[in-house]
């Protein structure tokens, strides 16, 4: 943790290493920041991949804390703002279930069914759990940067060591 809050003193609008930093308090039972954490990713205004998930969290963790209506008021809130996450909907039809609103639940799932765009859209969850294609490309581009600039001191190196073995078998 000591890190990702490094992370956030650097660089304070990092969403990721926000999020990150929320699940790792919680699972500390550090619920207090956990919640200001999470509440600030779900105010942010140019949403990410990062926001859905935020909302997930805050849900669960009124769940977790006994607050199935405040779970249920950041799910609405969440799918007004993400009309098409399947996993927000699932699991907001699965917080109506529990409360016994299951005829709400069960038009929740059949909408979930019938949207090609719910399950062609990458999950949240997903990509929390993943590493995104542009960070590959970030990495091969550097990688190969540093690579040509460091290929004339290795064939320099290995020219002088060849040099050294052709002496030592000449003698």
Same mark, same amino acid.
């Given at each position: 943790? !000591?890190? *990702? +809050? %490094?992370? /956030? &003193?650097?660089? @304070? ?7 990150? #930093? =929320?699940?790792? $308090? ?46 249920? !008021?950041? *799910? +609405? %809130?969440? /799918? &007004?703002?993400? @009309? ?7 699991? #907001? =039809?699965?917080? $109506? ?50 690579? %040509? ?23």
């Amino acid at each position: 943790m !000591k890190y *990702l +809050r %490094r992370v /956030l &003193e650097t660089d @304070p609008g990092n969403s990721e290493g926000k999020l990150r #930093l =929320a699940l790792n $308090l919680k699972r500390l039972k550090q619920l207090d920041e956990t919640r200001k954490l999470l509440e600030e990713l779900t105010a942010a205004t140019d949403p990410s991949w990062v926001t859905p998930l935020a909302y997930q969290e805050l849900a669960r963790l009124d769940s977790d804390q006994e607050k199935p209506e405040e779970a249920e !008021k950041v *799910l +609405r %809130r969440a /799918l &007004e703002r993400f @009309p098409d996450d399947a996993r927000l909907t699932i699991q #907001l =039809a699965a917080a $109506l279930d529990r409360k016994g609103a299951g005829r709400e639940a069960t038009l929740l799932i059949a909408k979930i069914l019938s949207s090609p765009a719910s399950r062609e859209a990458s999950s949240s969850r997903y990509l929390y759990n993943a590493v995104r294609p542009e960070a590959f490309a970030e990495a091969r581009t550097f990688l190969a940067e540093n690579s %040509r600039s460091r290929l004339a001191v290795l064939a320099q190196a290995l020219s002088a060591q060849v040099e050294v073995t052709v002496t030592e078998v000449g003698r």
